[in-house]
């Protein structure tokens, strides 16, 4: 029924579209570091961290922000912000100013225009579906951004392939584009906050609401420390991955880019089997499934090798995707009925500062191990870190219920 809700199906496209086109960047920054530029594997490292350290230095603020403005005209502004920036990148390399210190600038400012982006929308959806659609517009949401990731990954690799990895950045930009066109048309509009004199230090303790909130509460600091600790493993791993198919293994641009996208399958199965999941386990049973059970199998990636020996790759992402997604269906699900309304940007923010904010850490430590130890011992480290850091929820209450709460004792503020 959610296909027949004009407004929610215009967010879904303009989400697909943005996804689609970070995963091609994702794929096209780092292969344009190595390739054109001659990045070693610690420059790969902090490109990495460059488009996560804006989590960490403004992540906080922008919550409190967003719970201030209109949503959407955030999220608008945001995605013609980088729609301009990935085009401008093709026209510095062609004009032959490209370098690191340009790929870093880009990585950082697109990571810019992603918090204000993503705290809005999170805090955004919830006004626009009803509390029992919530949840079936989550797993549409998270599954079709797997797919697009998917799709994006492969288009990356052979976008890079045919018409070079600068270029690729070409289809971001386009794709930002499309996101926005897609915003411009939703109908809906967020009721008017009313205007308020606000104090001196009313952002500070709008944060510090936030982020107490978050560490009061055991559900939310569980699912919070828990989301942190992976993401040092996570993005170590997914920053590696480039290095270490080409480097390593010895593949080209092209496969790289498609055996990446075979994994990203594992997200929409992970995505569609969340629900079900949930239901017949319960929420707090399917979450230590997928993030524990469903993660270990993350040790497969570090036995890759050239030939046949590229199945483990695909096997153990896919098995990673699959189980992070489902995971995150169930924890978006979670916050959305968990947390008042007038508190997710603040929450969300706070926890996403955890989450997003270490992964430059994780980058960095990434890129470092694989410079000291070589691209596969690395791999091995950070793959064994997936699973590892899920025993955060295996040693909390989640393993003594059979579903997490869906109501916060904590009133809303006024």
Not at 331 to 350: D, E, N, V
Request: glycine share 12%; aromatic share 8%; net charge positive.
């Amino acid at each position: 029924m959610l296909l027949r809700h004009r407004d929610f199906t215009l967010l879904w496209c303009g989400e697909i579209a943005g996804k689609f086109g970070a995963s091609v960047t994702g794929i096209a920054m780092p292969l344009t570091a190595i390739t054109v530029l001659h990045a070693d594997t610690l420059e790969v490292g902090v490109l990495a961290a460059a488009a996560w350290l804006p989590w960490l230095l403004i992540g906080l603020p922008v919550g409190a922000w967003v719970d201030r403005w209109p949503r959407r005209p955030v999220m608008l502004a945001s995605a013609g912000f980088s729609t301009a920036l990935f085009a401008a990148v093709p026209v510095l390399a062609h004009t032959g100013v490209l370098s690191i210190g340009v790929l870093l600038a880009a990585a950082f400012l697109g990571g810019v225009a992603a918090v204000f982006f993503q705290t809005a929308y999170t805090a955004y959806l919830p006004g626009i579906l009803t509390p029992e659609d919530q949840a079936e517009g989550n797993a549409k949401l998270h599954g079709s951004a797997s797919a697009a990731q998917l799709a994006g990954r492969g288009a990356g690799g052979l976008t890079a392939h045919a018409a070079g990895t600068v270029n690729a950045l070409l289809v971001n930009s386009a794709t930002f584009a499309a996101s926005a066109a897609c915003l411009a048309a939703i109908r809906h509009r967020e009721p008017a906050r009313p205007r308020t004199t606000r104090p001196r230090g009313a952002l500070a303790a709008e944060v510090r609401e936030g982020l107490t909130l978050v560490f009061r509460d055991p559900w939310l600091r569980t699912l919070a420390l828990f989301s942190t600790a992976s993401n040092v493993a996570l993005i170590g791993l997914q920053t590696l991955q480039v290095v270490f198919l080409v480097r390593t293994v010895g593949l080209d641009e092209r496969t790289v880019g498609l055996l990446i996208a075979a994994t990203g399958a594992g997200g929409i199965a992970g995505a569609f089997a969340a629900r079900r999941a949930a239901t017949r386990l319960g929420t707090a049973r399917a979450s230590l499934v997928f993030e524990l059970g469903v993660g270990s199998l993350t040790l497969l990636t570090p036995l890759t090798t050239a030939g046949w020996g590229l199945v483990w790759f695909a096997a153990g992402g896919f098995a990673t995707s699959a189980g992070v997604v489902a995971g995150n269906v169930v924890k978006a699900g979670f916050h959305q009925a968990y947390c008042p309304p007038a508190l997710l940007g603040r929450i969300g923010a706070s926890t996403a500062f955890l989450n997003y904010g270490i992964i430059p850490v994780g980058a960095l430590l990434a890129g470092t191990l694989g410079t000291a130890l070589g691209p596969r011992t690395a791999v091995w480290i950070t793959a064994a870190g997936v699973p590892a850091t899920a025993l955060i929820l295996w040693f909390s209450p989640l393993r003594t219920v059979r579903d997490l709460p869906t109501r916060n004792p904590t009133p809303a503020p006024a």
